[in-house]
T-cell receptor, first 118, second 109 residues
């Protein structure tokens, strides 16, 4: 069964450093997403990406964040200058289509990258 | 008002029991609804989409009430492996999923 993969599984970085989190979405999916989950809290939407551009972003996704699809398979999230409060689990997700439909829009999540900022 | 609110639980049930819980959503324009399960420190895994007419997948039954803006999940004949946090998820626009905080279910032997 196809699945979303993410690397690394755990990233430790110092405050102010840049980090890049990597994801390989399911191969025939066209829509890509990043979510985060701070320990003990709910999953929160960060950004969606389609056709090489951001479709929507949340208020969390400020100028410190950027996303890119550098080649045909990878989808990355970059945090330019990490803060302590960026410590969280970051999940990548993908879907065949968006919004209402007949199942094609179901989002499938990768195993996550645990980011620890010290 | 939170976009998605859930019974926090925990629901502690014996094997073989039936357990049910709800969630409510605030955006009446929401179109798509899902239940995901999340095991400790793992990713959300899609359990089932929720259709307007209600739907069943094995021991799991989901219902949607658009008028009252709530979604329910019922688990029959609970197994130990059903122990998890169940996330109510609403697609409030074309791209973004809004998650509830989760309902914790523990099935005991």
């Amino acid at each position: 069964e196809p699945e979303v993969t993410q690397t690394p599984s755990h990233q430790v970085t110092q405050m102010g450093q840049e980090v890049i989190l990597r994801c390989v979405p399911i191969s025939n999916h066209l829509y890509f997403y990043w979510y985060r989950q701070i320990l003990g809290q709910k999953v929160e939407f960060l950004v969606s990406f389609y056709n090489n551009e951001i479709s929507e972003k949340s208020e969390i996704f400020d100028d410190q964040f950027s996303v890119e699809r550098p080649d045909g398979s990878n989808f990355t999230l970059k945090i330019r200058s990490t803060k302590l409060e960026d410590s969280a689990m970051y999940f990548c997700a993908s879907s065949e289509a968006r919004g209402s439909g007949s199942g094609l829009y179901e989002q499938y999540f990768g195993p996550g990258t645990r980011l620890t900022v010290t | 008002r939170k976009e998605v609110e859930q019974d926090p639980g925990p629901f502690n049930v014996p094997e073989g029991a039936t357990v049910a819980f709800n969630c409510t959503y605030s955006n009446s324009a929401s179109q798509s609804f899902f239940w995901y399960r999340q095991d400790c420190r793992k990713e959300p895994k899609l359990l089932m989409s929720v259709y307007s007419s209600g739907n069943e997948d094995g021991r799991f039954t989901a219902q949607l009430n658009r008028a009252s803006q709530y979604i329910s999940l019922l688990i029959r004949d609970s197994k130990l492996s059903d122990s998890a946090t169940y996330l109510c998820v609403v697609n409030s626009n074309d791209y973004k999923l809004s998650f509830g905080a989760g309902t914790t279910v523990t099935v005991r032997a």
